[in-house]
């Protein structure tokens, strides 16, 4: 027999140690353990059937107008705009915020692509900024730095004087429900020009001191993909406290129709972004269990800090200062990044779902051109950043 070298001892071990502390957490759950899986214990099939019955399944009915309703009461941002998915509605922001073909866009380069998406389909360009390594978003002082070497403020709007292109917006992600430092990315985009956009996909029921976040930035998107802590099916949702823009995003998701009793006028090229009213009745038996959710996801992520405490060369990803998270996701950063695979394999031979980051956004092709902060420690989280099984009825054993 062949001695195993000391390093495969070592990698095999942080793997090992990473599975035994998930089974701890899960309480020895048996079966498949998925990351996300979307729940219907409530008044789902009750409000579905409803809208069947009452024919209105599709682009207008009164479920979407309540789902909007339940939304801003939910988040407390004065007005949520229904859209069909969380990338129509991030569109739909770019769209609003005056973003323009050939204006840049800051983007965190460590985000799902819908995010980048959303901009190129403006003919605009995204610009990649840096995490940080506390909550995952962007990371203020570094974007900071990075302006300070790359922009300058004239004539009330942001200019990069590399390019020379106009730096209208900056989106900022609260990735895995964990907010981003808002109040120093508040004021980052005052000083800066620059309107601030909250994709907050992830981040129904997270709040940011006590404010649930998608009202600090001018405009916000939600997302209800089957993924999410509420799914509509496929469905998003635009935040803002601005009546306004509220009424030009609901104009712009519904094909720019002028309001009439039957004639067929629109004013401009429009989206037809709209949710249906199926999906919106899911979306309100959804939010009616949010609380419960939270409650329950919130105790299995005490539980990951706690089967995680003491165990060498990882450490939770835990909610920063300041933050209640919604708990939608929970993962975990390891010091070496040649454990990640490792774990990974170990914990899919477990039975149990682990994943990586997302591929930096500044690594896929279609970006290759595009302009970059420096994002040393983004490539740190994604080398070593690991997902784990997060769903609500994980933490109902025990
Ligand atoms: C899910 C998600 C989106 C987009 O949502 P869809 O509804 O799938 O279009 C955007 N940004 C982030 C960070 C997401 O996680």
Redesign the pocket.
């Known amino acids: 027999m062949t001695q195993p070298l000391a390093s495969d001892v070592g990698v095999g071990a942080v793997a090992d140690r990473v599975v035994a502390a998930v089974q701890s957490a899960l309480r020895d759950h048996r079966g498949p353990a998925a990351l996300h899986q979307p729940e219907f214990r409530g008044a789902e099939w009750t409000y579905v059937k409803d809208c069947l019955d009452s024919g209105w399944v599709s682009s207008v009915g009164a479920y979407v107008d309540r789902f909007e309703r339940d939304l801003e009461r939910v988040t407390g941002v004065a007005h949520a705009v229904a859209a069909s998915?969380?990338?129509?509605?991030?569109h739909v922001c770019m769209r609003l915020a005056g973003v323009e073909r050939g204006d840049e866009v800051l983007v965190p380069t460590l985000?799902?692509v819908?995010?980048a998406n959303?901009v190129s389909y403006t003919g605009a360009v995204p610009h990649f900024v840096e995490a940080d390594a506390s909550n995952l978003g962007v990371d203020p002082e570094a974007l900071e730095r990075h302006l300070q070497a790359v922009a300058r403020v004239e004539d009330g709007m942001c200019r990069n004087v590399t390019t020379g292109a106009t730096i209208r917006a900056l989106v900022i992600?609260?990735?895995l429900g964990l907010p981003c430092d808002l109040d120093a990315l508040t004021a980052l985009a005052e000083r800066w020009c620059l309107v601030l956009i909250e994709?907050a996909?992830?981040a129904l029921g997270t709040y940011w001191h006590g404010v649930h976040v998608g009202g600090r930035g001018r405009l916000a998107?939600l997302?209800?993909?089957g993924?999410?802590i509420v799914t509509t099916g496929?469905?998003?949702a635009i935040l803002t406290n601005d009546p306004a823009l509220a009424a030009r995003a609901k104009h712009l998701t519904t094909t720019a129709k002028q309001p009439h009793a039957w004639a067929f006028d629109h004013d401009e090229v429009a989206y037809n972004y709209r949710l249906p009213n199926l999906n919106a009745a899911l979306g309100c038996a959804q939010l009616e269990r949010l609380d419960d959710m939270i409650a329950r996801k919130r105790v299995l992520a005490a539980r990951y800090v706690e089967a995680f405490a003491g165990v060498q060369g990882v450490r939770v990803l835990a909610e920063p200062q300041g933050a209640r998270s919604n708990a939608w996701l929970n993962g975990i950063l390891l010091d070496d990044p040649a454990d990640r695979d490792p774990t990974l394999e170990a914990l899919a031979a477990a039975g149990l779902m682990g994943r990586p980051l997302w591929t930096l956004m500044h690594r896929l092709p279609m970006h290759a051109a595009c302009p970059r902060a420096s994002l040393t420690m983004a490539e740190a989280l994604e080398a070593r950043v690991i997902t784990l099984p997060s769903s609500a009825c994980l933490a109902d054993g025990g």
Not at 85 to 90: D, P
């Open positions: 998915t969380g990338t129509a509605a991030l985000t799902f819908a995010t959303a992600t609260h990735l994709d996909a992830e998107a997302s209800f993909n993924n999410k496929g469905g998003g």
